[in-house]
């Protein structure tokens, strides 16, 4: 196996923490009617809360990416670098739109924040609204799965078929 150029700290770092919170963030709802009253409320909660680290550490990732992150060379040429690239911006752009559907989900819903008291609504009793608002935030969550999915399996056929050491990239320097 030849030797894979690796990415630099902060930018593997911000890859494997927006890869957990996402995970995180999609299971909580998996498991959320599991839990009542303030229960439900604190774990609510805490999806909430880990969205809002999560818009920071998007924000931070972006910054980082586009003026001092560490670029490679694409790992193939033709229609695999092109799905590479689709897939990256896909990833990017679901992530946003999963958050600013959140956040605007969070502004209808009002939700009680960790028994603190609940957050003014912008749309109070427009419960078509946040349903609305709701459904496309869950199904983007689920779209991010689903392409994130493609992403490890093509990294894993390129470790393991190819044998090119692309893994590599996002491990090393950790």
Excluded at 49 to 64: E, F, I, Q, Y
Excluded at 70 to 76: G, H, M, Y
Excluded at 90 to 108: C, D, K, N, S
Excluded at 140 to 168: S, W
């Amino acid at each position: 196996m030849s030797e894979a150029p690796h990415y630099d700290r902060r930018t593997i770092l911000f890859h494997w923490l927006t890869a957990g919170l996402i995970a995180i963030m999609w299971l909580i709802p998996q498991f959320i009617d599991d839990f009542t009253g303030n229960s439900r409320i604190y774990v609510r909660s805490s999806h909430i809360l880990l969205g809002l680290v999560l818009l920071a550490v998007v924000a931070a990732r972006l910054v980082w990416r586009t003026t001092s992150g560490k670029t490679l060379p694409p790992a193939d040429d033709g229609w695999m670098d092109t799905a590479a690239k689709a897939t990256h911006h896909g990833l990017y752009a679901l992530t946003i739109a999963v958050l600013l559907l959140g956040v605007l989900f969070e502004a209808i819903r009002a939700d009680n924040i960790l028994t603190l008291g609940r957050l003014p609504s912008i749309a109070p009793g427009n419960k078509d609204l946040r349903n609305t608002v709701g459904d496309l935030h869950a199904l983007a969550a689920n779209a991010i799965l689903i392409l994130a999915g493609l992403h490890a399996a093509a990294a894993l056929f390129h470790q393991f078929v190819m044998k090119d050491n692309l893994l590599r990239r996002m491990w090393r320097g950790v």
